[in-house]
């Protein structure tokens, strides 16, 4: 995670939430200047203090985690301060001395300082409401794993010859673990990611949660709510965990901070109608501020928006939708005053407000036939950059739904008034039938394939290919909905985005997918897809041998042909080419190529001609045998003899020789 920072005039402590940064003093200034913010901003515009965060877990102390902070400082600074979290216990101080309290300085000379501490990590509140859950915990560390806020630092220094100062600040974990913007998870985990709507989502789920749905179902909520919610502009990245429950007993059914970071208890379901993943991630889309007259549209939006979400998206029938925002009517919460916070009643910015928020939404899409919705609302007060008052807020209805819708806003947010909520027939009228309800199915047992120069074949995990293989994917998406909708099917490789699928499925439909991906290169990754994640080996492809050889006849005329029958085998664990040579005394006569997969067997024969009498050496793929052309044995005889008689002639001579001496 990357941000960098401006600085202030005055001495502030960097918070929780992003606040505005301003930058003072010229080329010659020579003055204490405080960092207050985190937002970021363009460093490589100025001289920039680049501050490296380590985290890591210390079993031995739970409820603390250790931090590292190494710093590089640009000649421009001339003194440092840094002020750390008020719960840190400084071990080791590396060109840093202590001021008071918990500020340090800079020495001046240390090229690279560093700051060894720990920090409590675990945090508690008696929060109540209804995201509340049974504890007291907002971050803890059990030892094994934490769920943690990263920590918070100020800045002072005193620089000369540039305009400002930038801070870049970079947060990491020692072994496992994932950091986000605000939050950190240290521990074994699995990550998960989605990306829609120009936004990845990064779902952490550490191996000691046990969630209530499968890691895809969770994504392809808060992708549809990504794609859902037009209120402004799309924060790159959102940031969530599942939190464990088993050691940790939480004060809240979920938590968002910063931007984009939020974590919510892992066994909280995405199916159950104004669910704590949707709430939370609404909140990541709210950028406004408020005054007290305000202050009720941020939960009243965040729990309309889950509730409706969760029944157009999530399968959550009208009938429990209706149940959830029917609790708005109850007292003594639907008397309350929304504008007032000191009048609120049982939670009632949640209850009443969801309701008076949905019921603002609906007069509005009925007022415009369709053409604007509560969302406009939203995207009015993110675009104000002072907190937002009551008044904002009923300006941006009639802005978006006229003066008539206007009028009862105004009535149910300043006065004890509630309204019913409204029927079927009502809810069709303003929002139309159902909405698009899109599922994408993948199984590893049946839907990878291999594909390439060796072979095409299903695959099963383990999955192990040859380098240069395609890795192809078969999912299927389906519209279970009553709307058309459209999907992204997205195949990663190391959590890198390789390949997407776009399209709209009308209700009911239903379609197959398939992305591909080729490995070039041997190694080991992890493919995700559909929520999937698949480990996959890449190797060298295979080099089958030759493991048996025949050659039959064994002797044969000069000229003639013997057969060389060779046995090739791949005793490896990925396919793999082989070009065998058919050999005659060393020499290649004659080729055959043959692909084989894993464990795989095939012969090839050829013809070897032997040319002239003699003896050779026959073979195929390093192997050979001897092989002989021998000329056949001539008969010759003399006209009017046969042989018996040419026989008796010689003997006759002889004895007539003999005779004569």
């Known amino acids: 995670m990357h941000r960098a920072v401006a600085v202030a005039v005055v001495l502030l402590l960097a918070g929780v939430q992003p606040a505005t940064a301003v930058t003072a003093g010229g080329a010659d200034a020579s003055s204490w200047t405080a960092h207050d913010a985190e937002r970021a901003v363009d460093s490589a515009a100025s001289p920039t203090i680049a501050v490296d965060t380590v985290l890591s877990l210390t079993p031995q102390r739970p409820g603390s985690i250790g931090v590292v902070q190494t710093f590089e400082i640009p000649a421009e600074?001339?003194?440092?301060?840094?002020?750390?979290?008020?719960?840190?216990?400084?071990?080791?101080?590396?060109?840093?001395?202590?001021?008071?309290?918990?500020?340090?300085?800079?020495?001046?000379?240390t090229a690279a300082p560093r700051?060894?501490?720990?920090?409590?990590?675990?945090?508690?509140?008696?929060?109540?409401?209804?995201?509340?859950?049974?504890?007291?915990?907002?971050?803890?560390?059990?030892?094994?794993?934490?769920?943690?806020?990263?920590?918070?630092?100020g800045y002072q220094w005193r620089y000369r010859g540039a305009d400002s100062i930038s801070v870049d600040r970079t947060t990491r974990v020692d072994g496992a673990g994932a950091v986000g913007e605000t939050t950190a998870f240290l521990g074994a985990h699995t990550t998960y990611t989605r990306?829609?709507?120009?936004?990845?989502?990064?779902?952490?789920?550490?191996?000691?949660a046990s969630l209530a749905d499968p890691p895809e179902e969770i994504l392809d909520g808060l992708g549809n709510a990504s794609q859902a919610l037009h209120v402004g502009d799309r924060d790159p990245t959102v940031f969530a965990v599942a939190a464990p429950t088993d050691r940790v007993n939480w004060a809240a059914q979920g938590i968002q901070v910063g931007d984009t970071d939020f974590w919510v208890r892992a066994p909280q379901s995405i199916d159950d109608v104004g669910n704590a993943w949707l709430h939370e991630y609404v909140h990541t889309r709210q950028s406004f501020r408020t005054a007290d007259s305000g202050r009720w549209v941020t939960e009243a939006s965040a729990t309309w928006y889950a509730a409706l979400l969760s029944h157009r998206h999530e399968g959550v029938s009208f009938a429990r939708f209706t149940e959830f925002l029917d609790r708005g009517t109850n007292e003594p919460q639907a008397s309350s005053v929304l504008a007032d916070p000191t009048d609120w009643a049982n939670n009632a910015n949640y209850w009443k407000g969801a309701l008076v928020t949905g019921e603002i939404d609906r007069r509005i899409r009925v007022a415009t036939d369709r053409g604007a919705t509560f969302q406009r609302v939203l995207a009015s007060?993110?675009?104000?950059?002072?907190?937002?008052?009551?008044?904002?807020?009923?300006?941006?209805?009639a802005d978006a739904g006229g003066q008539s819708t206007r009028t009862p806003a105004e009535r149910l947010t300043t006065t004890s008034d509630a309204p019913e909520v409204w029927n079927r027939s009502a809810h069709r009228e303003a929002f139309g039938?159902?909405?698009?309800?899109?599922?994408?199915?993948?199984?590893p047992a049946t839907d990878v394939r291999a594909t390439g120069p060796y072979r095409n074949a299903t695959l099963s995990p383990p999955v192990t290919l040859a380098a240069g293989e395609t890795l192809s994917l078969r999912t299927a998406v389906e519209n279970l909905g009553g709307a058309s909708g459209e999907y992204a099917v997205t195949l990663r490789v190391d959590d890198r985005t390789v390949a997407t699928a776009n399209g709209t499925l009308a209700p009911g439909e239903r379609t197959a997918v398939s992305l591909t991906h080729e490995f070039e290169e041997p190694g080991r990754y992890t493919v995700s897809i559909?929520?999937?994640?698949?480990?996959?080996?890449?190797r060298e492809p295979a080099t089958p041998t030759v493991t048996d050889l025949a050659v039959e006849p064994r002797t044969v005329e000069p000229g003639g042909e013997t057969t060389v029958t060779a046995t090739v085998a791949n005793d490896g664990q990925v396919p793999g080419n082989a070009t065998i040579p058919f050999t005659r005394?060393?020499?290649t006569v004659t080729t055959r190529t043959v692909t084989l997969g894993p464990g795989e067997r095939e012969t090839v024969s050829a013809t070897v001609e032997l040319p002239a009498a003699g003896e050779y050496r026959v073979g195929a793929g390093g192997r050979a045998v001897d092989v002989r052309a021998v000329a056949p044995t001539t008969e010759t005889t003399t006209p009017g003899f046969g042989v018996p008689v040419a026989i008796v002639a010689v003997l006759a001579a002889l004895g007539l020789r003999r005779s004569g001496s």
């Open 115 to 153: 700051l060894r501490y720990g920090m409590a990590a675990n945090r508690t509140t008696d929060r109540d409401g209804p995201m509340g859950a049974d504890g007291s915990y907002l971050y803890a560390d059990v030892g094994q794993w934490a769920l943690v806020q990263q920590p918070n630092l």
């Open 77 to 109: 600074v001339t003194e440092l301060r840094v002020t750390l979290d008020p719960q840190s216990n400084v071990t080791d101080a590396d060109g840093f001395s202590h001021v008071d309290g918990q500020t340090w300085a800079w020495d001046g000379e």
């Open 585 to 587: 005394n060393g020499e």
């Open 381 to 397: 007060l993110n675009e104000r950059t002072s907190p937002i008052t009551n008044e904002d807020v009923l300006a941006a209805v």
């Open 195 to 208: 990306a829609v709507a120009e936004q990845e989502i990064t779902l952490i789920v550490p191996e000691a």
């Open 433 to 443: 039938g159902d909405a698009a309800l899109l599922r994408v199915e993948f199984d």
């Open 530 to 538: 559909a929520g999937e994640r698949l480990p996959v080996a890449v």
